[in-house]
């Protein structure tokens, strides 16, 4: 079951967006889930991860500046993103961390212009 995000768009340097990501009630009680973005020419990346337990951890590019959360009665997270950069310009993903092949979406597209 691939994972599909959304929430996505065109904003500029310094804006916000919010992901979400619905995923099945059984990945997210036991699994814990993380936010990935792939930029064009480069691999793709973990941005956030958040445990069962609440437990959160970002990469050192977007510590202070992206919010990881889950509602466990939804079976969604989300990624709040603030101060955003031309730099955070990327497919953003969401999976189990660690990601389960199988369940790799589309992604949503964000773009910040300068």
């Known amino acids: 079951v691939q994972l599909q995000a959304s929430g996505g768009g065109l904003v500029q340097a310094g804006g916000s967006l919010r992901l979400s990501c619905a995923a099945s009630?059984?990945?997210?009680?036991?699994?814990?889930m993380a936010w990935y973005r792939q930029a064009p020419g480069k691999q793709r990346e973990l941005v956030a991860l958040?445990?069962?337990?609440?437990?959160?951890s970002y990469a050192d590019s977007v510590k202070g500046r992206f919010t990881i959360s889950r509602d466990n009665a939804k079976n969604t997270q989300y990624l709040q993103m603030n101060g955003l950069k031309p730099e955070d310009t990327a497919v953003y993903y969401c999976?189990?961390?660690?990601?389960?092949?199988?369940?790799w979406g589309q992604g949503t597209q964000v773009t910040v212009s300068s």
């Open positions: 958040i445990t069962t337990a609440g437990n959160t």
């Open positions: 999976n189990a961390a660690p990601p389960i092949t199988s369940h």
């Open positions: 009630g059984r990945i997210f009680s036991i699994n814990a």
